[in-house]
T-cell receptor
Framework: KQEVTQIPAALSVPEGENLVLNCSFT??????LQWFRQDPGKGLTSLLL???SQREQTSGRLNASLDKSSGRSTLYIAASQPGDSATYLC?????????WGAGTKLIIKP | DVKVTQSSRYLVKRTGEKVFLECVQD?????MFWYRQDPGLGLRLIYF???????EKGDIPEGYSVSREKKERFSLILESASTNQTSMYLC???????????FGPGTRLTVL
């Protein structure tokens, strides 16, 4: 059974730093991996989707990588800003259902 | 832009009550989903629907049922609410099963 883990559960960094969020999964047989952002009181917003055949995707200051062989994905945020403060979740599309990590709560200090 | 709306942002109910949570999407999406989100556990799929009047159980369907009479509307029903159903409930929709999902703002349900 696919399991998805995100470590750490919370992270606090000063504004301007580059940072990496981690996501690991137990079964490499995946269709795609997605990174979402959740703001307090709001739903989830999709940030990046990496297909199984891809190694990375980029959107603005965000870059997500996928290494199926090691069961890892990273979300790289460049030049962090206070507006990046949110909970970041990764989800694995495995057999047409999303399996979710518990998320990393990110706080960017001004 | 895709818009997914949920009928209530906050809801307080008593044990044993029948509870309806409604979700509407405006993009003619085929697939709709109901999740619950609890601290430290991430999102868990309750039910999903890939067509009108079609539904499939997710990972935690016990104590819940769903209704999809129209393509744009997907309702989650708690037949007899219990305190362990206190949670954040999130609705989502997608065009195809492997497409990204679009989420509503969530309903925070408290069962007393």
């Amino acid at each position: 059974k696919q399991e998805v883990t995100q470590i750490p559960a919370a992270l606090s960094v000063p504004e301007g730093e580059n940072l990496v969020l981690n996501c690991s999964f137990t079964d490499s047989a995946i269709y795609n991996l997605q990174w979402f952002r959740q703001d307090p009181g709001k739903g989830l917003t999709s940030l990046l989707l990496i297909q199984s055949s891809q190694r990375e995707q980029t959107s603005g200051r965000l870059n997500a990588s996928l290494d199926k062989s090691s069961g890892r994905s990273t979300l790289y945020i460049a030049a962090s800003q206070p507006g990046d403060s949110a909970t970041y979740l990764c989800a694995i599309d495995s057999n047409y259902q999303l399996i979710w990590g518990a998320g990393t709560k990110l706080i960017i200090k001004p | 832009d895709v818009k997914v709306t949920q009928s209530s942002r906050y809801l307080v109910k008593r044990t044993g009550e029948k509870v309806f949570l409604e979700c509407v999407q405006d993009m003619d999406h085929e697939n709709m989903f109901w999740y619950r989100q609890d601290p430290g556990l991430g999102l868990r799929l309750i039910y999903f629907s890939y067509d009108v009047k079609m539904k499939e159980k997710g990972d935690i369907p016990e104590g819940y049922s769903v209704s999809r009479e129209k393509k744009e509307r997907f309702s989650l029903i708690l037949e007899s609410a219990s305190t362990n159903q206190t949670s954040m409930y999130l609705c989502a929709s997608s065009w195809q099963v492997t497409d990204t999902q679009y989420f509503g703002p969530g309903t925070r349900l408290t069962v007393l």
